[in-house]
């Protein structure tokens, strides 16, 4: 039996060597037949923090690497546009 693969969304990246990846999964509900959309967080391995939030990446599992990290990040797919901004007009503040 393989290895699980998922792709998503990284939502955080504070932490050393680890990211939080949100992957959304698409499903009908059973009874009602509505089309539902739900997600789910996992933690996963970044060996050289190369990920960044707004990331997109694959995640295969992989064995416990911790207390919540069973995922391992394989390669990121897509990389989220990064604008440069200054932080006083974003507050309206005078940037004092």
Known sequence: MGRKVLEGIVVSDKMD???VVRVERVF???LFGKTVK???KFMAHD???QCQMGDRVRIVE???LSRHKRWRVVEILE???RVAHDTASDHGGSGR
């Open 28 to 30: 009908r509900h059973p």
């Open 62 to 64: 992989t064995r416990p």
């Open 79 to 81: 990389r989220e546009e």
């Open 17 to 19: 060597k680890t990211v």
């Open 47 to 49: 060996e050289d923090n």
């Open 38 to 40: 739900k997600s789910k």
